[in-house]
């Protein structure tokens, strides 16, 4: 089975052969790549309207509220925006380490490092100019989260441990040493029933984009994501990246370094969800509590297998679910639906996006003649 | 509860009673997915099957009042999840690995959703054993109370050990997982046999689940798995696909696990969250040991995609 993740991550490469140029050969590749995951989330969403249907709800309203909560007004837009940003940060995450043939699952703990790094290197430096404080918090989160997967990087190839396993392993440590730290040595003696960190300190905040609510973080994840689509299909370090991916027997006989290419790659993925955790304490929570361990993780895997592991299509599938997150208080409270109903569709809008991997080069029409 | 006279006994004997009581869920969860595994293909939504099976066996006991046929519950509602993951990987180019990862979100998903109303109220639970009444020491006997489930399970390993090395069953289970083309060229079909194994794996795990829910913790709610489910599918790697091992394994996380709280009884709280992660650091600091990228696992089944 390894052989085929293999496959599917070339293949996104590979668009159809240009022997004969017609229009379908030249794009159909690219067309399967919106067509058929644009039918798994129908598909999901129509299966989500039928159970919803069984609680006795009408899934014509299910589906006002959802367009409602996440684009109908400028202020759900500016709701879905800002849980894009960590979304599109973990959901690099996963992608990242997908280019190699790794299933990185771990992005949650990178977060919650990411997070603790941050505030910790803000707590130390209070006093200094806001912006001295703020580009530490970055390096410090890219650098906390970037460790914590490189480990599980470092695992997989000197120790042959499955990074799949160790990096979900570590999401629950990374939460134990969170849980640890702000309830002993990092508490402020001033948060009684939610323990917490102390405050960065509101001139350090990051802030919110002229004009928007949104915070700066959603640039720092458009930053990221363009970052890293160029990386991988723009250098010669992505292309080496990706001949390991699809063959690592080949890369090997062709002298690439396979090890440093898994611990550079899996220490810019978790650097991507470190900063996903500054983001969220820079931007919105300004302390490291539990509230941080809000799914961003687990719902990044999620956009990165329905943007097919590509830097660029992370960016509207991010934009897409964040959307459904953000539809969620809605729903809860015009229709009265639970808020674990996101979860239940993000769950079956990635049962259907995996079902429909059996689809592609199998749609008549798009192949072409060859 | 601490008295004074038994002191620091306190822990070995709470380590004692968590191993057997924290491993029931592990011990089924990691047989289970030995089966499916052995069969050549892995499982890793068994956590959100847990989670599913401990949500599923609550509410049936409380709507039907026994709560064995909750256990029931539960594990249908795991076999069912594993015809489903067995279902999608059956199409061409699927990968197991991310349909149970898809699973895993799924199954807690619906869990909470559908579980929502189950969290107020108390479900019948189900019965334990007394094997302490010999004893005057209330520690000990609580350590001893043991439930039934945890009994079958420890029977149930030793006849799966068997029957993967004599029954007709066990035998296609294995030419499944070594050999594809084999179990083909002999007439069977591969994707069947994943089915049925990764169904029972499904079940057990559910059962696991009814553990959580029914006998300890003994309530439903949105925290009640953190990761067993998950733990479980490692431990059965570093148990090289025996059920033995597995047995012996889930024994020494359940110990692992009851180390938090246990030292919390005598009221060491310092590292109370380091000492809750003791099973996954344990899980990790195991496989570092006992893997290597040089050769395959000794035991693993040739068509297993994560040990390749």
Known sequence: MTSEAADSAEAVGAVAPAADPGFLQRYGGTIEYVLIPGAALAGALVVFGIFVMLFGKNPLDLYFYMYQGAFGTWFSWQNTLTRAAPLILTALCTALPAQLGMVIIGGEGALLIGALSATSAALLLQGMPPLVV?????????????????????????????????????????LAILNHLVEGMMRDPASLNKPSTREIGAANMIGSIPGTDVHWGLVFGLIAAIA??????????????????????????????????????????GGAAGLAGMVEV??????????????????????????R?????????????????????????????PDASVLVLQGIIFVFVLASDALYGRIGFLKGKS | M??????????????????????????????????????????????????????????????????????????????????????????????????????????????????KPLIEPTAPRLPAIDFGWWSDIPQLRAALRVNVLFLIGVVLAPI????????????????????????????????????????????????????????????????????????????????????????????????????????QSVGVTSGYHLFNAAPYILTLAIMIVTCSPKRTLTGAPAELSITR
């Open chain 2, 2 to 115: 601490a008295d004074g006279s038994i002191g620091l006994w306190t822990v070995p004997l709470a380590v004692l009673g968590g191993a057997i009581r924290v491993s029931t869920p592990f011990l089924f969860v990691s047989l289970g997915e030995c089966i499916t595994e052995r069969s050549g293909r892995i499982n890793l939504g068994l956590e959100g099957t847990l989670v599913m099976g401990a949500m599923s066996a609550y509410g049936i006991s409380y709507l039907t009042g026994s709560p064995w046929l909750g256990v029931l519950a539960a594990g249908i509602t795991g076999a069912l999840l594993g015809a489903l993951h067995a279902g999608i990987c059956s199409l061409p180019r699927v990968n197991d690995v991310a349909v149970g990862i898809a699973l895993m979100l799924f199954g807690t998903g619906l869990a909470f959703y559908l579980g």
């Open chain 1, 309 to 337: 592991q590509n830097p660029l299509a992370i960016i509207p599938v991010a934009i897409l679910l964040g959307g459904i997150s953000a539809s969620g208080g809605l729903l809860q409270r015009r229709l009265g639906l």
């Open chain 2, 160 to 263: 799966l050990y068997w029957a993967f090395r004599t029954t007709r069953w066990g035998l296609l289970i294995r030419t499944a997982g070594e050999s594809s083309d084999a179990a083909r060229a002999m007439g069977h079909s591969v994707l069947l046999i994943r089915l049925r194994a990764t169904m029972v794996g499904g079940f057990l795990a559910g059962i696991g689940g009814s553990f959580l829910s029914l006998f300890y913790p003994g309530s439903w709610n949105e925290g009640l798995s953190s990761g067993q489910g998950i733990t479980a599918v490692a431990l059965v790697i570093f148990a090289r696909w025996d059920p033995l091992l597995c047995l012996w394994a889930s024994l020494a996380f359940g110990g692992a696990a009851a180390l938090g709280p246990a030292l």
């Open chain 1, 282 to 307: 820079a931007a919105v929570q300004g302390r490291t509590n539990a509230n941080l361990a809000a799914g961003y993780g687990f719902t990044g895997i999620l956009v990165a297998f329905l943007a």
């Open chain 1, 134 to 174: 703020q580009v530490a918090m970055v390096v410090a989160g890219v650098i906390g989260g970037g460790l914590w997967i490189m480990l599980a990087g470092g695992l997989r190839q000197y120790r042959g441990v499955n990074e799949t396993i160790s990096s979900l392993l570590l999401v629950y440590i990374a």
């Open chain 1, 228 to 269: 890293a689509y160029i990386l991988i299909y723009h250098t010669v370090f992505g292309f080496a990246a990706r001949v390991a991916g699809g063959n690592i027997r080949a890369a090997k006989i062709v002298g690439l370094g396979v090890s440093k290419l898994i611990l550079t790659i899996c220490f810019l993925a």
